[in-house]
């Protein structure tokens, strides 16, 4: 009787032991569920993926194998900040806010608009810089100002889905007066400008200089198509981490940080 009592006694203490393990694991992964509840998600662990379109100078573009840029070095910054390692995807411009939301990239830059109807699809952050979309023609153009465009009956260039797309659209296509030919690339759009194709292409006011100077026989009309206002966009799902990023860009715009990169990329005049 004296063996089995003490063989019982030591079953007994084993069970408590196993038991008292259980509930210590089970609430040490109830404490990294919470803590981890409370910080902001991203698509890989310590990863900051962001989704561009690199054909987009000043803003993005390919130095060497490297994305660069406005918009790269302020991501950059951005990340460097959160404590996290900045990774860039190069993808169509129209491929953005899919990335977006379907959670392949973290934020999309990419001298991205605030507009009404993207704001349907994902959130933005405080705009970081301010945009000017202007009309490249040739030297011998019968437009010579913008007010031409509204007198219809041209075919205007664009990069599918920015903003010069939709303008166009909403201005000039949807009303009937012009034709709109879309192309994946704004150096796609101006090379049918050079061969003839089409009239003119609306776009950024800092590429437009870079594809101005790299051929010859264009010009820039001297009025602006539309000013805008540059932001980064976000999964409507990740709350935790647009207003981290936010308040991390916030930061960077107070202490003259974006500006200084901004400055370094763009003149004053």
Do not use: H
């Given at each position: 009787?004296?063996?089995?009592?003490?063989?019982?006694?030591?079953?007994l203490?084993l069970?408590?032991?196993f038991?008292?393990?259980?509930?210590?694991?089970?609430?040490?992964?109830d404490?990294?569920e919470?803590?981890?509840?409370?910080?902001?998600?991203?698509?890989?662990?310590?990863?900051?993926?962001?989704?561009?379109?690199?054909?987009?100078?000043?803003?993005?573009?390919?130095?060497?194998?490297a994305?660069?840029?406005?918009?790269?070095?302020?991501?950059?910054?951005?990340?460097?900040?959160?404590?996290?390692?900045?990774?860039?995807?190069?993808?169509?411009?129209?491929?953005?806010?899919?990335?977006?939301?379907?959670?392949?990239?973290?934020?999309?830059?990419?001298?991205?608009?605030?507009?009404?109807?993207?704001?349907?699809?994902?959130?933005?952050?405080?705009?970081?810089?301010?945009?000017?979309?202007?009309?490249?023609?040739?030297?011998d153009?019968?437009?010579?100002?913008?007010?031409?465009?509204?007198?219809?009956?041209?075919?205007?260039?664009?990069?599918?889905?920015?903003?010069g797309?939709?303008?166009?659209?909403?201005?000039?296509?949807?009303?009937?007066?012009?034709?709109?030919?879309?192309?994946?690339?704004?150096?796609?759009?101006?090379?049918?400008?050079?061969?003839?194709?089409?009239?003119?292409?609306?776009?950024?006011?800092?590429?437009?200089?870079?594809?101005v100077?790299?051929?010859?026989?264009?010009?820039?009309?001297?009025?602006?198509?539309?000013?805008?206002?540059?932001?980064?966009?976000?999964?409507?799902?990740?709350?935790?981490?647009?207003e981290?990023?936010?308040?991390?860009?916030?930061?960077?715009?107070?202490?003259?940080?974006?500006?200084?990169?901004?400055?370094k990329?763009?003149?004053?005049?």
């Amino acid at each position: 009787m004296t063996k089995m009592k003490k063989l019982l006694a030591l079953l007994l203490a084993l069970v408590m032991v196993f038991a008292l393990a259980a509930c210590s694991s089970s609430s040490t992964e109830d404490a990294a569920e919470e803590t981890s509840s409370e910080e902001f998600t991203t698509a890989t662990e310590g990863v900051l993926t962001m989704a561009t379109n690199a054909e987009f100078p000043p803003y993005e573009y390919y130095e060497n194998d490297a994305v660069t840029g406005i918009d790269a070095e302020i991501a950059a910054a951005i990340a460097e900040k959160l404590g996290l390692e900045l990774v860039i995807e190069d993808m169509a411009f129209d491929s953005i806010i899919a990335a977006v939301t379907s959670g392949k990239a973290d934020m999309g830059m990419a001298g991205m608009t605030i507009t009404d109807d993207r704001l349907e699809s994902v959130d933005f952050s405080e705009p970081y810089a301010t945009g000017v979309q202007v009309v490249i023609v040739p030297e011998d153009s019968a437009i010579t100002s913008v007010d031409d465009l509204f007198e219809g009956g041209y075919t205007i260039g664009v990069q599918t889905s920015t903003t010069g797309d939709l303008y166009a659209t909403w201005d000039l296509e949807d009303t009937g007066l012009c034709t709109v030919e879309r192309y994946n690339r704004g150096a796609d759009a101006v090379a049918a400008l050079t061969s003839g194709k089409i009239d003119c292409v609306i776009i950024d006011n800092e590429p437009a200089k870079a594809f101005v100077e790299a051929n010859e026989g264009l010009i820039i009309l001297d009025t602006a198509y539309t000013e805008e206002e540059y932001a980064i966009c976000f999964s409507k799902d990740n709350t935790e981490l647009s207003e981290a990023v936010n308040q991390a860009l916030i930061e960077l715009i107070e202490d003259g940080t974006v500006q200084s990169i901004i400055d370094k990329y763009i003149s004053a005049d």
